[in-house]
């Protein structure tokens, strides 16, 4: 269950009316919360949305429905929805038809959405948006083990841990949603790290993990895809490889503190991965490698199947997430918001390094 208020909006996840009670003892004044069929009926400003958990198996995520772009505007509704993107990591908008500006409109909300450092300003469309898309012409391709083929794909990762600042999130918007697969993966990680055995939390208390930008995920170090091979890189991650002198390492703590709450993260991405600063042997890498595959246990994982009006908020300081990908033959074509903000834990391995600033918002 959560109960919370904020700036006069309260906020309750129910998993039943004996919940309900709990939150009732609300100061005079406060917007009600009401539950119905499983759901929270949350009303601010004479304005109505519905909050339920994502899952009931899962610790993190939730679905808010009945939102429209003119809710937006209201100072207390975006201060509750920021105050459940801390404590959930995911949020679901359901139901939400928009365009580029309400895409970056909800995003605001969170934080400045970041525009592309090496944006084409002749490209058409707004800046704060960048297009991920599979072309079944020019996208890129893995073969898996088994033999068969995905364009697309993208393993568990944080996205920009391969730099220095991290961003603190982001809002995906479908466009063309592939009738098969396509898929986005999530993980919390405040959850992986609370049931992480207690031999493993003392083991990796104050380390931290080498990176390093290499698009190939064939070329993966932990958490190994079986028999993965990159049959075809795209146009665009071509160029961006042909210049890895702007790829130095960086290095971030495997655990670091929320910073809204303190509670603990779990803070490793497989992808891009080089090893355990200070431990480049094979202890080190037998360690890491079974944080890693603690992380992305699937048991935890959710998988949303894109509709066409859904945008998913998720928190890249704690939220792992991976694309499944589509059939080599179909196309897919997402928008996505990159949220400024820096958790302030990462640094260059080596100070004097220049990074390129390509990948300053990227995968």
């Known amino acids: 269950m959560i109960c919370f208020a904020t700036s006069g909006v309260v906020f309750v996840e129910l998993s039943g009316l004996s919940d309900l009670r709990a939150c009732s003892d609300q100061p005079a004044?406060?917007?009600?919360?009401?539950?119905?069929?499983?759901r929270v009926l949350i009303r601010a400003n004479q304005m109505e949305l519905h909050v339920r958990p994502l899952s009931e198996n899962l610790a993190f995520g939730s679905i808010v429905t009945d939102i429209d772009i003119?809710?937006?505007?209201?100072?207390?509704?975006?201060?509750?929805?920021?105050?459940?993107w801390?404590?959930?990591?995911?949020?679901?908008?359901?139901?939400?038809?928009?365009?580029?500006?309400?895409?970056?409109?909800?995003?605001?909300?969170?934080?400045?959405?970041?525009?592309?450092?090496?944006?084409?300003?002749?490209?058409p469309g707004r800046a704060e948006l960048s297009d991920i898309r599979y072309d079944s012409v020019f996208g890129e391709i893995y073969e898996f083990g088994d033999g068969s083929r995905r364009g697309g794909w993208l393993p568990w990762h944080f996205d920009l841990v391969y730099v220095d600042h991290i961003n603190h999130g982001?809002?995906?918007?479908?466009?063309?949603?592939?009738?098969?697969?396509?898929?986005?993966?999530?993980?919390?990680?405040i959850a992986a790290y609370d049931s992480l055995p207690d031999r493993l939390k003392q083991q990796i208390e104050g380390l931290e993990v080498v990176y390093r930008f290499d698009i190939d995920a064939s070329h993966q170090r932990f958490g190994v895809?079986?028999?993965?091979?990159?049959?075809?890189?795209?146009?665009?991650?071509?160029?961006?490889?042909?210049?890895?002198?702007?790829?130095?390492?960086?290095?971030?703590?495997?655990?670091?503190?929320?910073?809204?709450?303190?509670r603990k993260v779990l803070n490793v991405s497989p992808w891009f991965a080089l090893g355990i600063e200070g431990m480049e042997d094979v202890e080190g890498d037998v360690l890491l490698e079974d944080v890693i595959a603690h992380a992305t246990d699937e048991s935890r994982a959710y998988y949303h199947k894109w509709v066409a009006t859904d945008l998913v908020l998720w928190d890249n300081w704690r939220m792992m997430h991976c694309a499944r990908g589509v059939?080599?033959?179909?196309?897919?074509?997402?928008?996505?918001?990159?949220?400024?903000?820096d958790y302030g834990q990462g640094r260059l391995r080596d100070a004097r390094a220049i990074i390129n600033d390509a990948l300053r918002v990227n995968v």
């Not at 004044?29 to 499983?38: I, Q, V």
């Not at 949020?91 to 995003?107: Q, W, Y």
């Not at 605001?108 to 490209?123: M, N, Q, V, W």
């Not at 479908?174 to 993966?185: A, K, L, Q, R, Y």
């Open 29 to 38: 004044g406060r917007p009600s919360a009401t539950f119905a069929e499983g």
């Open 70 to 84: 003119s809710s937006l505007e209201d100072a207390q509704v975006r201060r509750a929805l920021t105050a459940l």
């Open 86 to 123: 801390i404590d959930r990591g995911l949020v679901v908008f359901r139901g939400l038809e928009t365009d580029e500006a309400g895409h970056i409109e909800l995003s605001s909300i969170f934080g400045t959405p970041e525009i592309h450092p090496l944006r084409d300003p002749a490209k």
């Open 170 to 189: 982001g809002i995906l918007r479908p466009i063309v949603v592939p009738e098969d697969g396509g898929e986005t993966g999530f993980i919390d990680q």
């Open 225 to 262: 895809t079986p028999g993965l091979r990159l049959l075809r890189m795209d146009p665009r991650s071509s160029k961006l490889m042909a210049n890895p002198e702007g790829f130095p390492e960086v290095v971030h703590p495997l655990v670091f503190l929320q910073p809204e709450t303190g």
């Open 327 to 341: 059939p080599a033959g179909s196309d897919r074509h997402m928008q996505r918001t990159t949220i400024v903000g």
